[in-house]
Nanobody, 125 residues
Framework: VQLVESGGGSVQPGESLRLSCAAS????????VGWFRQAPGKEREGISC????????YYADSMQGRFTISRDAAKNTVDLHMNSLKPDDTAVYYC???????????????????WGQGTQVTVSS
């Protein structure tokens, strides 16, 4: 399985971005997929995930309301729509699959075997 993230870039606070996670080797709509991020000097954190049973979605409490995860079966992607971006959202964003995810104590937890290389998102004025 190969995952490739795209859509990152540099934006100003308050702007939006859509990240895409494209897969080869699997049909993503039959897999759970998660989005994670890691900022410099910080641990990786879960943002959102979508499960493979009923497409139930999970969001970290700190990001709920600004980020939306969705599948695009025609493109074999899972997208992350990010609105009202803040400087604290600056990080490398990763997608992952071949595993499972859930929400615990306000955080998204994922156990995945396949990860993309990441795409940089920079939010600054």
């Amino acid at each position: 399985v190969q995952l490739v993230e795209s859509g990152g870039g540099s934006v100003q606070p308050g702007e939006s971005l859509r990240l895409s996670c494209a897969a080869s080797g699997v049909t993503l709509d039959t897999y759970a997929v998660g989005w994670f991020r890691q900022a410099p000097g910080k641990e990786r954190e879960g943002i959102s995930c979508i499960n493979n049973h009923d497409d139930r979605t999970y969001y970290a409490d700190s990001m709920q309301g600004r980020f939306t995860i969705s599948r695009d079966a025609a493109k074999n992607t899972v997208d992350l729509h990010m609105n009202s971006l803040k400087p604290d959202d600056t990080a490398v964003y990763y997608c992952a699959t071949e595993g499972m995810c859930y929400k615990e104590k306000g955080k998204v937890v994922g156990v995945f075997g396949s990860w993309g290389q990441g795409t940089q998102v920079t939010v600054s004025s």
